[in-house]
């Protein structure tokens, strides 16, 4: 062992993302193998592992189909998924497909776990399949822009952002990776994010940021230490968690064109 959908609707899709790959520093947890900062000379070797996972996904799914609840071991599929290259390509290019397929993942595992009718499953199946292919389309994009000199080298090591727009950039990153932890089943890694990023990061502007608009600052003030943990610990589902992320990050990007203008305002006094 070592873009699915249609035209219009793929380059849509693809266009859509560009802008998430124009980042100055991309990190990732753990070891991560040299092939994510050659993404152009493996596409060939992800697009097998996708195939392959959607087989190996099918292949439970139809296992389920013929023996039933309590028949089948449904742990083999963090197994595959963990197993491939493809796995670190898609988090480190783009968190918000990779937590997408971990929630396909799990609504796969947790209908047959739950023995739910074979059409439930399957359209769970459905939905998998979906957001693996749109990660190797998000990955082959990736690998263009590396090609162009875009992206920049994934790296293991956090660098600390230092101006306001890069801290702002960071938090908003941060909170995809909580999405992310949340579809992997770690809900006390992602409420230590959560907690981390409001600490570490929103602390740091809010100062600059009351002085520009208070509620602002009150309202996601409340969404680091309430709403979204809230969401974390009452096990919404990854939707909802997405859902407050989302405006967290339309919230942030409020934010940063208050501290850019005001930084502006100071640079036109002196």
Not at 30 to 57: M, Q
Not at 220 to 233: G, R
């Amino acid at each position: 062992m070592t873009f699915y959908t249609k035209h219009k609707r793929g380059l849509a899709f693809l266009v859509g993302l560009s802008s998430s790959f124009f980042v100055t520093q991309v990190s990732a947890n753990g070891v991560i193998s040299e092939h994510v900062n050659n993404l152009h000379e493996h596409l060939s070797e992800y697009g097998e592992e996708v195939t392959w996972l959607t087989e190996k996904f099918a292949a439970v799914v139809d296992d389920y189909a013929a023996k039933g609840k309590g028949q089948v071991d449904t742990n083999v599929m963090i197994d595959y998924w963990e197993e491939v290259d493809f796995h670190s390509a898609i988090e480190t290019q783009y968190v918000p497909v990779y937590a997408s397929i971990w929630q396909g993942i799990y609504g796969v595992k947790q209908a047959i776990d739950k023995g739910a009718d074979i059409s439930a499953v399957r359209a769970e199946q459905s939905k998998l399949n979906q957001a693996l292919w749109q990660g190797l389309g998000a990955v082959k994009l990736a690998s263009e822009y590396q090609k162009k000199g875009l992206v920049a080298e994934v790296k293991t090591t956090e660098v600390e952002p230092t101006t306001a727009p890069e801290i702002i950039d960071d938090i908003k990153k941060r909170l995809d990776r909580v999405v992310a932890k949340y579809a992997e089943q770690l809900s006390e890694v992602a409420t230590t994010l959560v907690h981390d990023t409001y600490l570490q990061r929103f602390e740091g502007i809010e100062g600059d940021l009351i002085g520009q608009d208070a509620s602002l600052v009150e309202d996601l003030e409340k969404d680091f230490n309430v709403t979204l943990p809230l969401a974390i610990s009452q096990d919404k589902g990854v939707d909802a968690v997405r859902a407050v992320v989302d405006a967290m990050q339309g919230k942030l990007d409020k934010a940063q064109v208050l501290l850019e203008k005001a930084e502006e305002n100071r640079k036109s006094v002196f």
